[in-house]
């Protein structure tokens, strides 16, 4: 009786350590040292955005013609709608999101959720002053894109951005070059 129920304590102590480290890491939205622009404007920055240049991660593999779509919701929350082109299985894709703002809106520092109640970091680190340009991190140095609103960014914008990055600890040499096709 006393080893079942020491091992009852040991079973229900680690999936409560396990739960615990699972809440706080879902909980970090930016990587230590790096921070959001702030005053950010949520109205300039909504629109179309085009994907410039990513870390590659599962979800975005193979894909090109990369965009991104921010609208407001009603509740104050930013609607995402991300679309591309997965050219390994030859389709449209798109996935339909949700993002918060961590702490205030005029602070580019949001949490984005497309599954459910688990949301990932969201964060626009460099934006220029006409909101055409952006650099956004996730909530670790494996997430990080760069976004325009065109299809090509000028050589300008991306060394000073590749730059930033690299000052944050990115190792920019991982970023995937974005392809814009007209026909597909």
């Given amino acids: 009786m006393i080893k079942n129920k ?8 680690s999936i409560l350590a396990l739960g615990t480290l699972l809440v706080m890491n879902s909980c970090k939205t930016i990587p230590k040292g790096v921070t959001a622009v702030q005053p950010f404007d949520t109205d300039k920055y909504l629109g179309h955005w085009y994907e410039i240049a990513r870390m590659d991660f599962h979800f975005e593999k193979n894909i090109i013609n990369a965009t991104a779509d921010y609208s407001l919701n009603e509740d104050g929350t930013v609607k995402v709608v ?3 082109y997965n ?13 918060k703002f961590v702490d ?11 599954f459910g109640p688990f949301y990932a970091g969201y964060n626009v680190v460099a934006i220029d002053p006409d909101y055409q340009y952006a650099l956004v991190a996730g909530k670790n140095h494996n997430y990080l894109w760069i976004l325009s609103r065109k299809p090509e960014l000028p050589q300008q914008i991306k060394e000073e951005y590749i730059s930033k990055a690299q000052a944050l600890g990115y190792d920019t040499d991982k970023l995937v070059w974005s392809q814009h096709l007209d026909e597909i």
């Fill in 6 to 13: 020491n091992t009852s304590l040991l079973v229900g102590g």
């Fill in 82 to 84: 991300n679309r591309g």
């Fill in 87 to 99: 050219v390994k299985k030859k389709e449209h894709v798109e996935s339909v999101g949700k993002a």
């Fill in 104 to 114: 205030s809106p005029n602070v580019g520092k949001l949490k984005v959720s497309f």
